[in-house]
């Protein structure tokens, strides 16, 4: 019983971080394409930012993973 | 791969576990191979498991965390010191070109975000993604190697990259929190940095609630440099060692992989705190 609530708490983590971010990242991303195409001399420092937004971005589901993984494997 | 007599958890636990050097107090009973000793008077020891780790309290010290970011920061420092010295006007060879794209590219990072005169911010900002670069890079290294070469020297814990202890993050973006503080002092005196916490969202009547306001975002950067930092190589480091549960000849499928995947995140996240480093001191610098 309790192993089974622990392995619905980890996917739970890790579902439910991963959805958020994959929207946040899906429109950073099309957004990033879109300035790309209108205003393709920005590319490079449109890239830099693309990038630090997505590293902020990414950080939240990462973390629910290794909490997650935590939480499956060594409790 | 796993140990012949640890279970997978134990296994998982002993990899998380810091080489600790730290005060024991009197009195307390040590457990060590099936057998305890009750400690007459406080000791300063390495602790021999977790529990006795998370039993030394505030006063401990990692030592593996401090060995490993404190040669790293000189490796960065001594290596980069050598190439300025032996620098050359011509055409850049080798690790001379490698370390002049490294500081281009910070110094561009740092000209587009901090437009005040301090020569002191891209110095800082290069140190910082340097010494993170590296620290995160020790991720790379298979996580069985160091630990089990450091067991036949009788060193029972080992966590060699630096960046998953949350000591080590907290420590760089304390240090990023008291130059934030300094230089908004130093920019505005304490006056005008009170009143930019007190007078800012709102106008003069709401001040307790814009001071809270403030406040909360004031302490909110250093902690989320911090744990972003940590997190993630925490994430990282977690999912290479579940790898090396699998038996060794499938290790490879998963871990090759993921290790060509976190090449990416460990450079994304050097790069993320030291930029967000400038831009915080930008902001201190800013008048409202």
């Known amino acids: 019983m309790e192993a089974s609530i622990i392995t619905l708490a980890g996917a739970l ?3 439910l971080g991963a959805i958020g971010a994959a929207v946040g990242v899906g429109i950073l991303g099309s957004k990033f394409l879109e300035g790309a195409a209108r205003q393709p001399e920005l590319i490079p420092m449109l890239r830099t930012q693309f990038f630090i937004m997505m590293g902020l971005v990414d950080a939240v589901p990462m ?7 935590y939480i499956l494997f060594a409790l | 791969m796993a140990g012949d007599t640890l279970s997978k958890s134990e296994y998982i636990s002993h990899h998380l576990t810091n080489l600790t050097f730290g005060k024991l107090p009197a009195g307390y009973e040590r457990v060590s191979e099936g057998h305890s000793h ?5 000791q300063w020891t390495l602790a021999h498991s977790a529990q006795e780790a998370a039993d030394m309290g505030f006063m401990a010290v990692h030592l593996d965390t401090m060995g490993w970011s404190i ?27 490698f370390v002049e794209m490294i500081i281009a590219f910070i110094d561009d990072n740092v000209k587009s975000i901090f437009n005040h005169n301090n020569p002191w911010v891209a110095p800082l900002g290069l140190t910082i993604f340097v010494w993170i670069f590296l620290q995160n890079t020790m991720d790379l290294v298979p996580v069985d190697w160091i630990p089990e070469l450091a067991k036949l020297f ?10 998953t202890d949350v000591n080590a993050t907290a420590g760089m973006a304390i240090g990023v929190f008291i130059l934030i503080l300094y230089y908004s002092i130093k920019q505005k005196g304490v006056g005008g940095f009170a009143a930019e916490l007190a007078f800012q969202p709102l106008p003069k009547w709401a001040l307790p609630f814009n001071l809270f306001l403030e406040l909360v975002g004031l302490i909110a950067k250093p902690i989320s ?15 290479f060692i579940i790898i090396s549960l699998l038996p060794f000849y499938l290790q490879w499928t998963l871990s090759v992989p993921w290790a060509i995947f976190h090449i990416l995140i460990i450079t994304l996240q050097a790069f993320i705190f030291s930029i967000l480093t400038v831009v915080y001191l930008a902001m201190a610098y800013d008048h409202h």
């Open chain 2, 225 to 239: 440099l911090a744990l972003r930092l940590f997190g993630n190589m925490y994430a990282g480091e977690m999912v």
């Open chain 2, 154 to 163: 009788g060193v029972h814990y080992m966590r060699v990259v630096p960046t």
């Open chain 1, 63 to 69: 973390i629910g993973v290794g909490i997650g993984f």
């Open chain 1, 13 to 15: 983590i890790m579902g």
């Open chain 2, 71 to 97: 040669a790293l920061g000189m490796l960065f420092c001594f290596s980069f010191a050598w190439v300025a010295r032996s620098a050359t006007a011509g055409v850049p060879t080798g690790f001379q070109n």
């Open chain 2, 38 to 42: 009750v400690l007459e008077q406080a």
